[in-house]
């Protein structure tokens, strides 16, 4: 019953290069070659969300100088440069050097190799893709920009091609989908945690995100206006999306109880008409308020409405962690999940470490259904109520915590890992176990050297070189852990 409300999103510039003097000197090759372009644009536009800007073929320097105002103008989020054959760079230098946008090029061939027995320089250009690629990577190199991938290959039944471009839609999403991202703080961190805090104008000046200041009150305001049938369709929604077992061995959790339950959905109405008042791309926040109130009954029941949203696409994040809602909202528009994570346990039996949090979670990377328990008390925190438990998918998974170095630049610290199969704490937190290499404690250890928060981004599946390449065109630092 949950349907994502934020669908992938990007805007891709591409044109191609060429060298028209061949034209006058080979009948069929400029006819040849735009087709090929076609089918490179129709390769592309297979990736959900792509939408592709054609400035066809570049063929003389004047013609660049036009094309590169024309892709600024026109407000991208990617530029591919397709190598269609052999092409001067003066065709390409004036859209790098203008251009802000990130460029990579594209170099596939139509064959996977000459017919040699009918071998022919008509042949021979129209697969003479990687040809100019050094000497435009070099000239992009003495102007100081950047190209920030190549792709080789060829144009048909090319897998690892396929994927690459794939790839390049999915970045080109998670950059759209920052442009002016609304990504809002409601509250204050934890008291004490030192590592949560953050100045929201870097986080603008960083990210191309703004950051709304909200009041509990302004949730409280529309809350106090949810009517009883929207309260009753969020439970349909909730039954439908959780099981609600009984509690195992944690004397805090009890069967998810019919008051909680009730109260998890009010606030989730609630939180899903405030998301849309305020436009918000995403939300941390952390509020305690007095007991007995209002303002603390609504903070503090927040994790399975939260839990939907990152579902549907709009990242939830708890404790005024701003950083790690960004982390979130790039693993989201990946496609890979994101979410809200911490080590608990190591378990040095079987060398592993528990990951997780006690919300809010991506109910998308799940490992089947999740669970719904009543906590009597939300431990280290105020407050009682539903909360989520899973375990992350079985696989592949990568975290990304995003931190700040001491002269306040941001960082990210990526790592990847293994979720295995067997059973987590059943305390109404998600966890899952994580496994790690060389070992789980000699990359731990490598890891919180790296001077993280205690908080990442979880999602699915091994991502760790596209999200590098996500802070390389951010212009933050990056670093993988191995």
């Known amino acids: 019953m949950i349907e994502r409300k934020i669908k992938p999103n990007a805007k891709i510039a591409i044109f191609a290069v060429v060298h028209n003097t061949y034209f006058g000197q080979f009948?069929?090759?400029?006819?040849?070659?735009?087709?090929?372009?076609?089918?490179l644009i129709e390769?592309?536009?297979?990736?959900?969300?792509?939408?592709?800007?054609?400035?066809?073929m570049v063929e003389t320097n004047e013609q660049a100088f036009e094309v590169a105002a024309k892709i600024q103008e026109a407000n991208v989020d990617l530029i591919m440069c397709n190598m269609i054959t052999y092409a001067t760079s003066s065709v390409f230098s004036p859209i790098i050097q203008i251009c802000t946008a990130p460029m990579i090029l594209v170099a596939l061939q139509p064959l996977k190799g000459l017919d040699y027995s009918k071998a022919s320089t008509f042949m021979q250009l129209?697969?003479?893709?990687?040809?100019?690629?050094?000497?435009?990577?070099?000239v992009a190199v003495r102007m100081k920009r950047k190209i920030y991938d190549v792709i080789i290959g060829t144009l048909y039944d090319d897998a690892d091609a396929d994927k690459e471009l794939s790839k390049w839609c999915r970045i080109a999403n998670v950059l759209h989908s920052l442009k002016g991202a609304r990504m809002g703080l409601m509250g204050h961190t934890m008291e004490a945690m030192y590592d949560m805090h953050a100045d929201p104008t870097a986080v603008a000046s960083a990210f191309g995100v703004h950051v709304p200041l909200l009041e509990i009150d302004d949730v409280v305001e529309i809350y106090d206006t949810v009517k009883e049938e929207e309260i009753q369709e969020k439970i349909k929604v909730i039954d439908a999306e959780f099981d609600m077992p009984d509690p195992k061995s944690d004397p805090v959790t009890l069967k998810l109880t019919d008051e909680d339950k009730y109260q998890a959905a009010k606030t989730a109405v609630a939180l899903d008409k405030f998301i849309e008042k305020y436009n918000l791309t995403g939300l941390a926040y952390y509020y305690e308020g007095l007991d007995d109130t209002i303002q603390r009954t609504v903070a503090t029941t927040f994790i399975v409405g939260n839990s939907i949203l990152n579902a549907q696409g709009i990242p939830m994040c708890g404790e005024f962690d701003i950083k790690t809602l960004i982390a979130m909202l790039i693993m989201d528009r990946l496609g890979i999940g994101g979410s809200f994570a911490e080590f608990h346990p190591f378990d040095f039996k079987e060398d592993f470490i528990l990951v997780g949090?006690?919300?809010?979670?991506?109910?998308?990377?799940?490992?089947?259904?999740?669970?719904?328990?009543?906590?009597?008390?939300?431990h280290g925190k105020p407050g009682k109520g539903a909360s989520v438990e899973f375990k992350i998918k079985e696989g592949p998974i990568t975290m990304l915590g995003i931190t700040q170095n001491a002269e306040g630049g941001f960082k990210f610290v990526i790592?990847?890992?293994?979720?295995?199969?067997?059973?987590?704490?059943?305390?109404?937190?998600?966890?899952?176990?994580?496994?790690?290499?060389?070992?789980?404690k000699t990359f731990i250890k490598k890891w919180v050297m790296e001077g993280p928060t205690h908080h990442y981004a979880l999602g699915v599946g091994h991502h760790a070189e596209t999200i590098k390449l996500i802070a390389d065109i951010l212009g933050i630092e990056a670093v993988i852990v191995k």
């Open 27 to 39: 009948e069929g090759l400029e006819e040849s070659l735009k087709g090929y372009h076609r089918d």
């Open 43 to 56: 390769k592309i536009e297979k990736n959900e969300g792509a939408e592709i800007v054609d400035f066809g």
């Open 126 to 138: 129209e697969n003479d893709n990687i040809c100019s690629v050094p000497e435009f990577i070099g």
């Open 357 to 378: 949090h006690d919300g809010p979670h991506h109910l998308q990377i799940a490992e089947g259904k999740p669970i719904l328990r009543s906590l009597k008390k939300f």
């Open 415 to 440: 790592g990847e890992g293994t979720s295995k199969k067997g059973p987590i704490p059943p305390t109404g937190n998600t966890n899952t176990r994580g496994f790690f290499e060389p070992d789980t």
